[in-house]
């Protein structure tokens, strides 16, 4: 079964506060699962995904969406 | 000074926690883990900041858990004297163009009523809202003060000397028809009596750490998501610009856990006990009156005017048998003024200055509320009369 990943928007949340609801997240999920994330551009799509890759999670996709980014991560 | 030790006193008998709480021990476990692993300034963005901000953002989804509130509307702050000083002085001065008027009701702690004096010697126009013999504010009486210049109406929750629960859903629906913004000070009540900011329309809420077995010196202000208000600090911005300066990393993630294990609080048990003191005491002395409004109050504070001797007496008595409570509110304490809080109420002076406050907390057992009624009932016994 395909489940559609959850969807976690950032948009508005300032750094360092939008990497850390992600991992709280992330660490609610189970190992291997998906999460979509979208972040501003700026910043966020700066500062959020080495934050999330350093604590283990892997950063699939990373697409522009109407002055935004949506990230995939799979839990780590 | 050593205290909870056994040197041949019996051990201590705190039931002064509408003052303070002992912080609980995982808080302080929590508290610990967070100074010594995450130091990192939580507004950076480097893995320790990060790991830092995870803490802030743990926290704030306990607090906002507990109020029915979406993240961004909780605002982190030094404790409720500061969320209470920005509700009333933030949204006073974002919003002068709208009007020129505030609503306090009579039996406010001394961080809303003195900033709303504070307010009124600015220019601004101070209504207060009496209270009948139980302290509790009529809504009827907002209504007649409400106009279309005012600005805010601050109405505390429950009240810390008394426990009296207001009707804060009647007099925050009058407010939002006549579109004056609602406060409530829920400093005394958080996580004690349900205050869903999904059901009750009110815009702000000051909630505080030190009351529930957090650590002193944090709080937090509910701010409704599109209200403006102006900070009281500026400086590096954070908290969505309202509350400037380096996040209290500790402290805060001591409020989260302390919140996470009050809501899992047995309150009823609390009741129980506060019921029996009461009960006991009144057994013993037959002229003690209960001030509040009996079926209507926290179950965490009894609130006795005794027939004899003075409050300052009977707590300098107690105290040096180990046990501790308070006459009037722990702010007022040094001075012996009676309590403006039971003058509201109608009491009389002398009577207001014969009133012990006695507050418990899950902590609290059985046999501390006896002796403390037994010891209340010795020392009116002593003084005779
Ligand atoms: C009802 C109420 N509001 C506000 C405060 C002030 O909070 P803080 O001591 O955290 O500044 C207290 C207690 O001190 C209180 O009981």
Redesign the interface.
């Known amino acids: 079964m395909i489940v559609a990943p959850e969807t976690l928007d950032l948009s508005g949340v300032p750094c360092p506060a939008n990497a850390a609801r992600a991992l709280l997240r992330l660490e609610g999920m189970d190992p291997g699962s998906l999460l979509r994330i979208i972040v501003d551009d700026g910043e966020p799509v700066l500062n959020v995904p080495p934050a999330l890759e350093q604590e283990g999670h892997a950063l699939l996709s990373k697409e522009p969406d109407a002055g935004r980014w949506v990230l995939l991560l799979r839990r780590g | 000074m050593e205290t909870n030790i056994d040197n041949g006193m019996a051990r201590d008998i705190y039931l002064d926690n509408a003052a303070t709480t002992r912080p609980d021990p995982a808080v302080l476990a929590a508290m610990a883990r967070a100074d010594s692993d995450c130091y990192a300034n939580?507004?950076?963005?480097h893995?320790m900041?990060?790991a830092a901000?995870?803490l802030?953002?743990?926290a704030r989804?306990s607090v906002a858990a507990a109020l029915g509130a979406e993240?961004?509307e909780v605002v982190f702050t030094s404790g409720g004297t500061e969320a209470n000083n920005l509700a009333l002085k933030g949204a006073a001065a974002a919003l002068a163009d709208r009007g020129d008027h505030l609503i306090i009701s009579a039996v406010e702690h001394p961080s809303v009523s003195r900033v709303a004096q504070a307010l009124a010697c600015r220019g601004l126009r101070l209504s207060i809202a009496p209270v009948d013999r139980e302290g509790v504010v009529d809504p009827a009486a907002v209504r007649s003060l409400l106009t279309g210049r005012t600005i805010l109406v601050s109405v505390m929750h429950a009240n810390n000397e008394t426990g009296a629960i207001q009707p804060l859903h009647e007099i925050a629906m009058l407010c939002r028809a006549q579109g004056a913004l609602f406060h409530t000070d829920a400093c005394q009540s958080f996580t004690r009596r349900p205050l869903d900011t999904r059901g009750l329309p009110a815009d702000l809420v000051t909630v505080d750490a030190h009351k529930l077995h957090g650590p002193k010196g944090v709080g937090a202000l509910y701010v409704r998501r599109g209200l403006r208000l102006t900070p009281l600090l500026d400086g590096g911005g954070q908290e969505?610009g309202l509350r400037s300066g380096t996040y209290n990393t500790a402290g805060i993630t001591g409020f989260g856990e302390a919140v996470a294990l009050a809501m899992r609080t047995d309150a009823a048990a609390i009741t129980t006990l506060r019921d029996r003191f009461e009960a006991r005491l009144a057994a013993a002395i037959p002229d003690v009156r209960i001030n509040g409004p009996v079926g209507n109050r926290l179950g965490t504070i009894s609130s006795v005017t005794l027939p004899r001797p003075d409050a300052k007496t009977l707590l300098h008595s107690l105290s040096r048998q180990g046990i501790y409570l308070s006459a009037g509110s722990a702010c007022a304490a040094g001075r012996t003024e009676p309590s403006q809080v039971l003058l509201a109420m109608g009491l009389a002076p002398e009577a207001a200055l014969r009133t012990v406050r006695v507050s418990l907390s899950r902590f609290t057992t059985e046999q501390e509320v006896d002796a403390a009624a037994d010891a209340l009932a010795r020392a009116v016994r002593e003084v005779g009369g």
Do not use: C, Y
């Open positions: 939580a507004s950076t963005v893995r900041g990060v901000g995870r802030i953002e743990r989804a993240l961004p969505n």
